[in-house]
């Protein structure tokens, strides 16, 4: 009933930029929190950035001063800009949303999921 359908990974050079999206769709009710995750090949998935409904954001101490996230409310979509890329962003890159939707059959009725994952992009930061 919900999907979240990201873009914009690649391959970059170290140095470049890579611009994230991640589009939620179907019957949303209310879109909360957003952010984005990485795992890198052999390592835990981590935090990269998030972002409130208000706009309020956070930042893993990796990607400070180089990666900028932020939203459009009336596309329920997230952006991540990622500059000044390192070769150690490498990883796949994925969605996260904490979103209330309608319940198909059951017209007003909603349900939150606090945890909804896109499917991932692939970042490749190589020369």
């Known amino acids: 009933q919900v999907q979240l359908v990201e873009s914009g990974g690649g391959l970059v050079q170290p140095g470049g930029s890579l611009r994230l999206s991640c589009a939620a769709s179907g019957s949303i009710a209310r879109v909360n929190a957003m952010g984005w995750y990485r795992q890198a090949p052999g390592k835990q998935r981590e935090l990269v950035a998030t972002i409130s409904s208000a706009g309020t954001t956070t930042y893993a101490d990796s990607v400070k001063g180089r990666f900028t996230i932020s939203r459009d409310n009336a596309k329920n979509t997230v952006y991540l800009q990622m500059n000044s890329l390192k070769p150690e962003d490498t990883a796949v890159y994925y969605c996260?949303?904490?979103?209330?939707?309608?319940?198909?059959?059951?017209?007003?009725?909603?349900?939150?999921?606090?945890?909804?994952w896109g499917q991932g992009t692939q970042v490749t930061v190589s020369s």
């Open positions: 996260n949303v904490d979103i209330l939707y309608y319940i198909r059959g059951f017209p007003g009725h909603t349900v939150r999921v606090s945890d909804y």
